[in-house]
């Protein structure tokens, strides 16, 4: 018997991350900010929701971070 083994092929694509919604964005002074969040598509891991983190002060005017 001849026993074959396969190393599984490393993963070195990072997955891209589909914002929902216009990147940049604005916001008018005082209004509200939604989060319309951003999906994952990968090749070999499924696809999904990102997680984000980051806040908007509406009540400032200046450039924010949203990161996922």
Do not use: C, M, Q, W
């Not at 951003?38 to 499924?46: I, L, S």
Request: net charge negative.
């Amino acid at each position: 018997d001849d026993e074959v083994t396969s190393e599984p092929t490393p993963d070195n694509t990072p997955p891209i991350i589909i914002i929902i919604g216009d990147n940049p964005t604005s916001v008018v002074l005082g209004s509200a900010y939604i989060e319309l969040g951003a999906t994952t598509k990968d090749n070999v891991d499924a696809d999904g929701d990102a997680s984000s983190s980051g806040t908007v002060d509406t009540n400032k005017v200046g450039s924010y971070t949203i990161t996922y």
